[in-house]
């Protein structure tokens, strides 16, 4: 119906427990930085729907919004599409009429499943492992781990910041039986390289990550070096610190 809008413009997926949405951030940071239309597709939202739905820093209008929704509604109740799915299209479609040139990919739930592994990417990401939505994903950290490298594809760059080597080692695995190459496990523990505009030590991890997705991406997207980019300066998220 839509025309596989999600095929218009080449993305980086990123999936994990914590860590994803500022790892997206950092990651549309730098991608702007370079001089690339950046699409991001992110979620929750602080205040309005719409701010999950981003093209060059700017959320999708009121009304494109609305039309978009009073056209996929027929859809989604034929469908019987969960709230994500639905903003999940509509992402895609936007992204691809306001002409992003790359998208950032934010996974809603788990990563094997979820509405957004449509996409075949540059880069999959998986930032790290916890225990969360056990009634879908499973009990232990090993069966979450799985579930979570299903975003993983055959040929595309495989990246993890996961430092528990037990639940390191699942998500390697699974990504190489998926296909996935390279598999990249980013040594986290490392000192910081710059200031960073997204404060506190723990994202300094996801700073890392970021980096070595970008790393990842072939010309004209990266790679970008070893250290943090000057973008990650200012690289901001609302309502965090």
């Known amino acids: 119906m839509l025309g596989?809008?999600?095929?218009?413009?080449?993305?980086?997926?990123?999936a994990g427990t914590n860590g994803k949405g500022s790892t997206c951030a950092f990651i549309g940071a730098e991608l702007a930085a370079r001089g690339h239309k950046v699409g991001i597709y992110t979620s929750p939202h602080l205040v309005s729907?719409?701010?999950?739905?981003?093209v060059d820093g700017v959320p999708i209008g009121e009304d494109a919004f609305a039309e978009w929704t009073t056209f996929l509604q027929p859809h989604i109740e034929r469908l019987d599409?969960?709230?994500?799915?639905?903003?999940?299209?509509?992402?895609?479609?936007?992204?691809?009429?306001?002409?992003?040139?790359?998208?950032?990919?934010?996974?809603?739930?788990?990563?094997?499943?979820?509405a957004t592994n449509v996409i075949t990417p540059l880069v999959s990401v998986v930032t790290k492992i916890a225990r969360e939505h056990t009634d879908y994903l499973g009990t232990d950290l090993a069966s979450i781990a799985r579930e979570k490298a299903g975003v993983a594809?055959?040929?595309?760059?495989?990246?993890?910041?996961?430092?528990?080597?037990?639940?390191?080692?699942?998500l390697a695995e699974?990504?190489?039986?998926?296909?996935?190459?390279?598999?990249i496990l980013v040594d986290s523990p490392r000192p910081p390289t710059r200031p960073l505009g997204l404060k506190g030590r723990h994202q300094h991890a996801n700073a890392w990550v970021a980096l070595a997705a970008l790393n990842a991406l072939p010309a004209p997207f990266g790679p970008v070096?070893?250290?943090?980019?000057?973008?990650?300066?200012?690289?901001?998220?609302?309502?965090?610190?």
Not at 4 to 12: G, K, L, N, V
Request: hydrophobic share 40%; aromatic share 10%.
């Open 174 to 183: 699974e990504a190489t039986r998926r296909g996935a190459r390279p598999v």
């Open 4 to 14: 596989h809008p999600e095929r218009h413009f080449p993305s980086i997926h990123v």
């Open 81 to 114: 599409a969960s709230f994500f799915e639905a903003t999940t299209a509509i992402a895609f479609a936007d992204l691809a009429a306001r002409g992003a040139q790359v998208g950032v990919i934010e996974v809603g739930l788990g990563g094997r499943l979820d």
């Open 153 to 170: 594809k055959r040929g595309v760059p495989f990246v993890t910041g996961e430092r528990d080597p037990a639940v390191r080692e699942v």
């Open 225 to 241: 070096g070893d250290t943090w980019p000057e973008s990650f300066t200012r690289t901001y998220v609302a309502g965090r610190f």
């Open 49 to 54: 729907v719409r701010e999950r739905i981003v």
